[in-house]
């Protein structure tokens, strides 16, 4: 466990700086369609810029776009207790607890370190959990906050919001410029441009999914170390399988906060999906049974 946490903990150092130089690079194709080489430098400050920043805003611009709103003990008893005491339990410190009013089941974790945690769910989730169920799916989330996969994921999520914006707003800039002294260089870098702005959200896509997928799985396994009781992790997995459903308000930026997609399904949906199959996460925990 804690060689994943250092792993996770340089992960994030090599995500930011690979963030920055691929921003730059997105920066040197547009540079060079223009002419303008100035334009890299500024890509590389705001990229740097927008990495520092984002590293301590990021989660609470991820909580804003779900709608989660911050709870105390008063306004949900029965969630606040299950997260205290399995705060007390792992020795973390307590996360700040939010609910997003959303019938669809799901919940997540996000924020830069423990001491700076948040974790939600769902009224969905909270309707058609049982205690046991709804504990082992909180442990699942304080898991991606004890592991740091919270810091990795929610650098992944800045950098799909980003690439998107940069690349929109590059082809933006091509279809209004025509002015070009020379065309053999500008229809060049129109292709390399053209290639960049549409092939580089597919790659931070494919970044984001990547950081996801076995992580899920571990936070699956230390949610059941956590309580000691597979079976609680084996029927929530189930329940959030049958009653999947997509949330009122999505986002592929913040698809991989979420313990089950909360995207509407489709072909592209799942081929850059940040979760691997449910049935697979059972599996797994079914396999896990001895070991635990």
């Known amino acids: 466990m804690y060689k994943q946490i250092a792993a996770n903990k ?132 304080l898991s991606h906050v004890k592991n740091y996969d919270i810091r990795i994921s929610m650098i992944a999520f800045g950098l799909v919001c980003v690439v998107g914006f940069i690349s929109d707003l590059g082809l933006r800039m091509i279809w209004l410029t025509n002015d070009h002294d020379d065309e053999d260089r500008s229809l060049v870098g129109l292709i390399v441009v053209l290639l960049v702005s549409i092939l580089a959200p597919i790659a931070a896509s494919i970044a984001q999914l990547a950081v996801s997928r076995e992580r899920e799985y571990l936070a699956d396994s230390s949610a059941v170390h956590m309580t000691r009781y597979p079976e609680g992790m084996i029927s929530a997995l189930k329940k959030l399988d049958t009653h999947a459903r997509p949330m009122r308000r999505q986002n592929a930026a913040t698809e991989a906060l979420y313990i089950n997609n909360p995207l509407k399904k489709g072909f592209w949906n799942n081929l850059f999906s940040t979760h691997p199959p449910i049935e697979k996460r059972i599996e797994r925990l079914e396999h896990g049974k001895k070991i635990f």
């Open 10 to 141: 340089r992960h994030t150092v090599f995500i930011m700086v690979g963030f920055v130089l691929f921003i730059t690079a997105i920066g040197v194709a547009f540079a060079y369609f223009f002419n303008d080489w100035m334009i890299t430098t500024w890509v590389l400050l705001a990229a740097t810029l927008y990495a520092v920043i984002q590293y301590f805003a990021a989660s609470s611009l991820a909580v804003a776009m779900t709608g989660a709103k911050q709870i105390t003990k008063r306004d949900n008893p029965r969630l606040w207790n299950v997260v205290e005491n399995l705060t007390i339990s792992t020795g973390l410190p307590m996360p700040k607890v939010y609910i997003i009013d959303d019938a669809a089941p799901n919940a997540f974790a996000t924020g830069r370190d423990p001491k700076h945690a948040v974790v939600a769910a769902t009224t969905g989730l909270l309707d058609i959990m049982d205690n046991k169920e709804l504990t082992a799916v909180m442990a699942h989330e």
